[in-house]
């Protein structure tokens, strides 16, 4: 694009920018920088040498990186024309550049909220033998938010494993539910006819969460198609970055709230945060995949640059394995872009002993607006060998366990060490509140000492863990 057109759309952002701050008098813009509170108006397709090294610089900018291209080392960003000016100055290469407000709006088809509660609400009757609607919560402006399980005997906890999947922490990707949407259909309506599916359905208990920012979601059809956040104080915060783990340690989130990846003002303000925790605390899940979209990427903890989990080698493995499936670039989030504090996968990991990814669907090709009729089927379809991996290695080599106390009761006081064959500790693993224990290991031999935390007693399990988990039960 020539220097002239670039001018051109510059002086549009700033007369649009002028025209928009007459409507935000609104806001407290003391002490905020210039940058923060400038709308962001401007799409830009930004290429880079070191992609690294440029994106830290796009993000000490606060520009809102959209999606990265990885082979092409290129990235779609939104950006105030002051931003956009600063960047030439710096002599980024920009692709293209045009107005926020040219850019393709989301098909009709996408669902709102309303349409995802109504499709949950229906698949739950429809199927009520083995699925239950479950409300994990509300947003800020009241909206319910969803949870749908799926398992033989919905009713019951039945001490089976938990896997989670959850769409659309960020309103804008509405490619997102779509997924959540598939897992429901794919696994109720082929319930009866599918053996593999059967067995899924009746050895586990399956919560999808398709929709958690319901607010956001509801801005992006009506205000702003291109809104990330929920909508706390109007000017939001990204759940995102909202969770209590390392939350505002390492750079990997803003304190200004004018910025797309505001943490919030303490950890787990929000109630969509807070519904997602709730869930995940009281399920205690094996695996969980959030959607994202796009740059189509599998990121696991952790986050902050240079940290890496105590079970790094298994966590990478099964994250590089639904690359391969999915032919998307796996790696932590640092490894591959940038630096992120207060995500959910690494609070689940960390808290919640989860083994989480994040998928990011879709590539800049199809960005955050991919036409419904072209794209949603096929990004659904080639998205399915990912959760359905996680639920086949649910069944797969590790060892789950029930743990008993003296009266024959099930205890949740106990922690499991779990040592390799040369006697080097690959895990603690802490009780889960119904007195299971599931610890996903690579084949190999184990001893596993399971300690009471309420008495000094110990019990010594030797193990051989091949393909398939070891089930076992634990009686003081
Ligand atoms: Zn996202």
Same mark, same amino acid.
Request: aromatic fraction near 10%.
């Given at each position: *694009?020539?220097?002239?057109?670039?001018?051109?759309?510059?002086?549009?952002?700033?007369?649009?920018?002028?025209?928009?701050?007459?409507?935000?008098?609104?806001? /407290?813009?003391?002490?905020?920088?210039?940058?923060? +509170?400038?709308? $962001? %108006?401007?799409?830009?397709?930004?290429?880079?040498?070191?992609?690294?090294?440029?994106?830290?610089?796009?993000?000490?900018?606060?520009? /809102?990186?959209?999606?990265?291209?990885?082979?092409?080392?290129?990235?779609?960003?939104?950006?105030?024309?002051?931003?956009?000016?600063?960047?030439?100055?710096?002599?980024?290469?920009?692709? *293209?550049?045009?107005?926020?407000?040219?850019?393709?709006?989301?098909?009709?088809?996408?669902?709102?909220?309303?349409?995802?509660?109504?499709?949950?609400?229906?698949?739950?009757?429809?199927?009520?033998?083995?699925?239950?609607?479950? +409300?994990?919560?509300?947003?800020?402006?009241?909206?319910?938010?969803?949870?749908? +399980?799926?398992?033989?005997? &919905?009713?019951?906890?039945?001490?089976?494993?938990?896997?989670?999947?959850?769409?659309?922490?960020?309103?804008?990707?509405?490619?997102?539910?779509?997924?959540?949407?598939?897992?429901?259909?794919?696994?109720?309506?082929?319930?009866?006819?599918?053996?593999?599916?059967?067995?899924?359905?009746?050895?586990?208990?399956?919560?999808?969460?398709? *929709?958690?920012?319901? /607010?956001?979601?509801?801005?992006?059809?009506?205000?702003?198609?291109?809104?990330?956040?929920?909508?706390?104080?109007?000017?939001?915060?990204?759940?995102?970055?909202?969770?209590?783990?390392?939350?505002?340690?390492?750079?990997?989130?803003?304190?200004?709230?004018?910025?797309? %990846?505001?943490?919030?003002?303490?950890?787990?303000?929000?109630?969509? %945060?807070?519904?997602?925790?709730?869930?995940?605390?009281?399920?205690?899940?094996?695996?969980?995949?959030?959607?994202?979209?796009?740059?189509?990427?599998?990121?696991?903890?952790?986050?902050?640059?240079?940290?890496?989990?105590?079970?790094?080698?298994?966590?990478?493995?099964?994250?590089?394995?639904?690359?391969?499936?999915?032919?998307?670039?796996?790696?932590?989030?640092?490894?591959?872009?940038?630096?992120?504090?207060?995500?959910?996968?690494?609070?689940?990991?960390?808290?919640?002993?989860?083994?989480?990814?994040?998928?990011?669907?879709?590539?800049?090709?199809?960005?955050?607006?991919?036409?419904?009729?072209?794209?949603?089927?096929?990004?659904?379809?080639?998205?399915?060998?990912?959760?359905?991996?996680?639920?086949?290695?649910?069944?797969?080599?590790?060892?789950?366990?029930?743990?008993?106390?003296?009266? =024959?009761?099930?205890?949740?006081?106990?922690?499991?060490?779990?040592?390799?064959?040369?006697?080097? $500790?690959? =895990?603690?693993?802490?009780?889960? &509140?119904?007195?299971?224990?599931?610890?996903?290991?690579?084949?190999?031999?184990?001893?596993?000492?399971?300690?009471?935390?309420?008495?000094?007693?110990?019990?010594?399990? %030797?193990?051989?863990?091949?393909?398939?988990?070891?089930?076992?039960?634990?009686?003081?």
């Amino acid at each position: *694009m020539s220097k002239k057109l670039i001018s051109i759309f510059i002086f549009i952002a700033l007369a649009s920018n002028a025209f928009a701050s007459m409507f935000h008098g609104d806001h /407290d813009h003391s002490n905020v920088p210039e940058e923060f +509170k400038t709308p $962001k %108006t401007m799409f830009a397709n930004i290429q880079l040498k070191n992609l690294k090294r440029e994106v830290s610089v796009l993000k000490s900018l606060d520009v /809102d990186i959209l999606g990265v291209n990885l082979k092409e080392k290129n990235v779609d960003v939104l950006l105030t024309s002051k931003q956009l000016e600063n960047l030439e100055q710096k002599k980024f290469i920009i692709n *293209m550049v045009t107005e926020k407000s040219l850019l393709r709006r989301p098909d009709q088809e996408y669902k709102n909220s309303e349409e995802i509660a109504a499709f949950l609400t229906s698949m739950s009757e429809q199927y009520s033998s083995i699925s239950k609607l479950i +409300k994990i919560g509300e947003s800020v402006e009241g909206r319910d938010i969803w949870a749908i +399980k799926i398992s033989d005997n &919905p009713e019951s906890d039945e001490l089976e494993p938990a896997i989670l999947f959850n769409s659309m922490h960020h309103a804008r990707e509405v490619m997102t539910p779509e997924v959540g949407i598939d897992i429901v259909e794919y696994l109720l309506s082929n319930y009866s006819t599918d053996s593999r599916v059967k067995n899924w359905v009746d050895s586990n208990e399956i919560f999808v969460v398709p *929709m958690l920012n319901v /607010d956001g979601n509801n801005r992006v059809w009506t205000r702003d198609s291109m809104w990330r956040k929920n909508t706390q104080g109007g000017y939001g915060v990204d759940i995102n970055r909202n969770y209590p783990h390392r939350w505002a340690s390492c750079n990997g989130s803003s304190g200004s709230r004018w910025s797309q %990846t505001y943490r919030g003002p303490e950890a787990a303000s929000e109630p969509e %945060t807070r519904a997602l925790m709730g869930l995940v605390s009281n399920i205690k899940p094996v695996f969980n995949i959030s959607y994202h979209s796009y740059s189509e990427l599998v990121l696991y903890p952790y986050g902050c640059p240079g940290e890496k989990t105590a079970t790094h080698a298994l966590v990478s493995s099964i994250g590089q394995k639904i690359g391969e499936l999915l032919d998307y670039t796996p790696g932590t989030p640092w490894e591959i872009l940038y630096g992120v504090d207060g995500g959910d996968v690494d609070w689940m990991y960390a808290d919640e002993q989860v083994i989480p990814y994040v998928i990011e669907l879709n590539s800049t090709r199809e960005g955050f607006q991919p036409s419904y009729s072209k794209w949603r089927d096929k990004t659904v379809e080639r998205n399915r060998p990912a959760w359905m991996h996680l639920l086949d290695r649910l069944e797969q080599s590790g060892v789950r366990g029930l743990v008993y106390d003296e009266n =024959q009761n099930l205890t949740d006081k106990f922690t499991v060490e779990v040592l390799d064959s040369r006697g080097n $500790k690959v =895990q603690d693993y802490r009780g889960n &509140p119904d007195g299971s224990f599931h610890i996903v290991l690579a084949e190999g031999d184990y001893k596993l000492n399971i300690k009471r935390t309420d008495s000094r007693s110990v019990k010594v399990e %030797t193990l051989s863990v091949s393909s398939n988990r070891e089930d076992i039960e634990v009686r003081f």
